[in-house]
């Protein structure tokens, strides 16, 4: 394990130096200070936490704070978390993971956390972390856009969430698709309002209609369908209602999945029948899956960096300049679960594309990856 002998070694600086980066007793030049970060980095190098917390009389943690049985954890999110506790520990940062049960979120409990700071992920409309937290002067970093009508001016690290969905959707127009059914987040999460918004957009500036069985919205945790969501819809949409749906587009891959188990049991083939589209999944999962399946490519460790970024900038510990909303590009990444509808065939010239007026987005690249 590294030693500050060995950082200020590298470094080129007393240990005295290093400790001040550190500790910020003192001030330090840019320059010396991101080189010190940078070695630090580079070794390895890990302070000693608590005693530079009797000297900064700070906590030298953030917290990493999550809605209680909001979800499982996928490889989106130990993505995520990775690139927030890689970043933290740049800055000499612990990180503590924090679920917290909605219903138990108290101001008294929030002001004895033991953080200086906290990235909260998966905000809802009017969330009462978000609230609490701006209340209590805690500085904190949203992933994701904050709906909250009180609490202004707040740092957050998002995908463009409305372009996402407006993108998979014309992907899926330009091969022909016009019944396109979207299974999409719960519907209170700030992330599903622009999506939905997206979606609703790109039908309509391409001259579709958006029909009552194309949107779905994800149950709640505690609900006890939850786990049979995808596939019920599926079920419900293509086989009882026989609405004949030729795309669905899926909010994560357990839903994609899901839906792939129904059409399954309706012997419905992908993509040659059904092609899919999942916007948050697994690489590994999107690759093995027969087909493998296309997707969105999110970039979760660099919102998880961003994010941490975003608060050092409010601790101080970050000195240079930073956008307050941060937005991270994403892209589609084509593989085999996409296809032209049966019925489209030769006759795509009778659904003519119509770029809408006064959209500007620029569609993300595609990337191709062969199985």
Do not use: W
Not at 68 to 85: E, L, Y
Not at 179 to 191: C, G, K, Q, R, S
Not at 261 to 290: H, R, T, W, Y
């Amino acid at each position: 394990m590294a030693k500050i002998d060995d950082v200020a070694k590298l470094a080129n600086v007393s240990k005295g130096t290093v400790s001040n980066v550190f500790s910020q007793k003192r001030p330090t030049s840019k320059e010396v200070k991101e080189r010190v970060l940078r070695v630090s980095k580079q070794l390895n190098y890990v302070p000693n936490h608590i005693a530079r917390s009797l000297v900064t009389k700070k906590t030298m943690a953030i917290g990493l704070t999550i809605p209680h049985g909001s979800f499982f954890f996928s490889a989106f999110h130990t993505q995520f978390i990775n690139g927030v506790i890689l970043e933290a520990s740049y800055y000499g940062y612990r990180v503590l993971l924090d679920m917290i049960p909605l219903q138990k979120v108290q101001t008294p409990f929030l002001s004895s956390y033991p953080i200086d700071g906290a990235v909260v992920m998966r905000p809802t409309t009017n969330d009462e972390r978000i609230h609490l937290m701006d209340s209590e002067n805690i500085p904190f970093v949203t992933v994701g856009k904050v709906m909250n009508p009180t609490v202004l001016n707040a740092y957050s690290v998002d995908n463009d969430n409305q372009a996402v969905s407006y993108h998979i959707c014309k992907y899926l127009i330009d091969k022909g698709h016009r019944n396109i059914m979207f299974l999409n987040a719960n519907e209170l999460m700030t992330v599903s309002i622009d999506r939905k918004e997206g979606f609703i957009k790109a039908m309509e500036d391409h001259h579709l209609p958006v029909e009552e069985h194309m949107i779905h919205h994800k149950p709640d945790l505690s609900s006890n369908v939850y786990m049979d969501y995808g596939y019920v819809e599926t079920m419900a949409t293509l086989g009882e209602l026989k609405k004949g749906v030729t795309a669905i587009i899926a909010d994560d891959d357990r839903t994609a999945f899901s839906a792939l188990n129904a059409m399954k049991d309706l012997n419905l083939k992908v993509p040659e029948d059904v092609s899919v589209f999942v916007i948050c999944g697994d690489l590994s999962m999107m690759i093995q899956s027969n087909p493998s399946l296309t997707s969105m490519d999110l970039q979760p460790s660099e919102l998880g960096a961003q994010s941490v970024r975003l608060l050092m900038k409010q601790l101080g510990v970050l000195s240079t300049d930073v956008q307050r909303n941060v937005i991270i590009q994403s892209k589609i990444i084509e593989r085999n679960s996409c296809s032209t509808p049966r019925e489209a065939g030769d006759d795509r010239t009778r659904y003519p594309t119509f770029h809408g007026a006064g959209h500007n987005e620029v569609i993300p690249p595609i990337v191709e990856i062969k199985k």
